[in-house]
């Protein structure tokens, strides 16, 4: 990649293999490559099991492809992906630790002193909207505010990448647009690279630079790769009522539809 700057995410044809039961293996994604440039907001859709999280997790380095490769920064992927931030679909706050302690452990395990920590997680949560809520306990807090906990609790490492595996998923349709344009306020002001997945097409297309669609599984394949022109900064309320987002909603849809029906005709399977 001589010339110009190193893709932040590089997946080079990789495909991803389990080896089952009685000698068998499932190929979860073939040959799949996708860049993802430093600052670039891309998001995967594609319909149950088709891989999604699986390209997450080679991502992450928490999955070696069989074959193909994955690169950070022009730099082959060998182990843990220290560059990156992991946002789970379910909750990773400890119940025993209050919000400011959830969000400080991520700096105290690196050898920050506590009171540093502290302060810096107090600053993280009031940039959240949590500053109030430093003392509660997960239990204490809405579905809504455990993920603006959790989303601190990521941001305060300053990781380059941000890897997000359907972080909205289980919040009311609400809920979930306030949290949208949360995320796009605070990646508009520190451009992390992002790789979002999600189920939701109108939440890829609202949140999104591009949108990539997967086919159905197995051996899944990237199918698709559209560049979202919406303007930015986008208010995810409105830009779903625009015209130009429904063009796109329905062009994408074009393609995925197809492949929708043909996971549910194979009953789904394990993303």
Known sequence: MSGQTAAAVELREATVAFRLTGGRTYTAVEQASLEVA???FVAIVGPTGC??????NVAAGLLRPAAGQAAIFGAALDGLNHDAGYLFQADALFPWKTAIDNVAIGLEISGTPRTEALTRAQGWLETVG??????RYPHMLSGGQRKRVGL??????????????????????????????????LWSKHRKAVLFVTHDLEEAIALADRVVIMSAGPSSRIIGDWRVTLPRPR????????????????EI???????????????GQAA
């Open 38 to 40: 430093d600052g670039e």
């Open 51 to 56: 891989g999604k999280s699986t390209l997450l």
């Open 130 to 135: 949590l500053g109030s809520f430093t003392q």
């Open 152 to 185: 601190a609790q990521v941001l305060i490492r300053d990781p380059k990448i941000l890897l997000m595996d359907e972080p909205f998923g289980p919040l009311d349709a609400q809920t979930r647009q306030i949290m949208g344009n949360l995320l796009l306020e």
């Open 235 to 250: 208010d995810i309320f409105e830009i779903r009522l625009t015209h130009d987002f429904h063009a796109l909603h329905r």
């Open 253 to 267: 849809w074009g393609v995925l539809r197809e492949q929708v029906m043909k996971a549910y005709g194979q009953g």
